[in-house]
């Protein structure tokens, strides 16, 4: 399984906050191979499908039917989502995609998709430009960056967006969150 990493335009350390808050865990419990692939970003090239796709090719050219999990943050999740469409047509197994606060991106796929907010106003407002079943919101609401930073501290709601019903574990952490999604498509 790989899962590639997608950062906004912010700086890099938050990124390493982002995977030893969130996926740290779930990465030294599994009992097959997890390959974290963070995306090297340039400012504006976190836009970039062609750059993601490239990067992709680069390091997993040789095994493109690997699955593929994308996690993206912000304006990162603009590029992500083209170079997930992208990886796709060119016969790549992507599992999931996991965009945290892209709000604004229209989000549409034949791969599940589910949406992590830093509010329930962002939540709201972007699910109407797709998301999947299972998304997050921050409850209490925090700061955009707060969701990259230190995602193992972030409270929120788990909710099934085609009806705003709680499963019955509806409190957890971001991190949990995350962790639960990759459960299930490992």
């Known amino acids: 399984m790989n899962i590639i990493i997608c950062p906004g335009i912010h700086e890099p350390a938050l990124t390493e906050k982002f995977i030893s808050g969130g996926l740290e865990t779930y990465s030294q419990s599994r009992e097959k191979a997890v390959n974290i692939l963070e995306v090297p970003v340039d400012g504006f090239s976190a836009l970039s499908g062609f750059h993601i796709l490239e990067v992709l090719n680069n390091r997993l050219g040789d095994r493109p039917k690997s699955p593929v999990i994308f996690i993206s943050f912000s304006a990162g999740v603009v590029g992500a989502i083209a170079a ?3 990886w796709q047509m060119l016969g790549g197994d992507v599992k999931a995609f996991i965009a945290i606060d892209g709000w604004g991106v229209p989000l549409w796929g034949s791969f599940p998709i ?5 509010d329930y106003d962002t939540h709201w407002s972007s699910k109407i430009l797709g998301s999947g079943q299972n998304n997050f919101y921050a409850d209490p609401p925090v ?6 930073r230190s995602p193992q501290t972030i409270q929120g709601r788990w909710v099934d967006s085609y009806d705003e019903v709680s499963p019955p574990k509806s409190r957890l952490t971001a991190a949990e969150f995350l962790q639960m999604l990759l459960n299930r498509y490992q």
Do not use: I, V
Not at 143 to 148: A, F, P, T
């Open 84 to 86: 997930a469409y992208s």
């Open 114 to 118: 589910h949406r992590m907010s830093h």
């Open 143 to 148: 700061e955009h960056l707060s969701m990259w």
